[in-house]
């Protein structure tokens, strides 16, 4: 049997409705991540909250920090943020990409571990050429 390192096994105990709720966080943050790639947002407010969001339901859900942060690269990886780039999304360099990827990840582990953090990570929007 192949296992794969980026499945995430949720606990056997959560209850039904936090699964179906991170299901829909992690939804929304595709779409905002997506959103903010192809120009249709330009803050990176939307982003941060649906990070928090999604972090929160799967610490809730019992999902040890590892697993969580997973989560949330996988759904960066959906959303066409990580991997190669599209026609889409060839307005941002690679180094941009990246550096957005990195700032999502902060928000991810500062919202494990602190969730009242108000991080200012917002560093990739002050990135030289990053074209938002």
């Known amino acids: 049997m192949i296992e794969d390192k980026n499945v995430v096994s949720l606990p056997s105990d959560a209850p039904l409705t936090t699964y179906a709720s991170a299901d829909k966080v992690e939804a929304a943050l595709r779409l905002e991540v997506?959103?903010?790639l192809f120009?249709?947002?330009?803050?990176?407010?939307?982003l941060?909250?649906?990070v928090r969001e999604l972090t929160a339901a799967l610490r809730e859900m019992g999902l040890p920090p590892e697993s969580a942060l997973l989560r949330v690269k996988a759904a960066m990886f959906t959303a066409g943020l990580t991997g190669a780039a599209d026609s889409r999304t060839v307005c941002l360099s690679t180094r941009d990409r990246m550096t957005i990827c990195e700032t999502l990840v902060t928000w991810c582990i500062?919202?494990?571990f602190d969730p009242s953090t108000d991080s200012q990570s917002d560093s990739f929007l002050v990135q030289p050429g990053l074209k938002h």
Do not use: L
């Open 34 to 36: 997506a959103s903010f």
């Open 39 to 46: 120009g249709q947002s330009k803050t990176p407010e939307g």
């Open 48 to 50: 941060r909250d649906r």
């Open 110 to 112: 500062e919202s494990y």
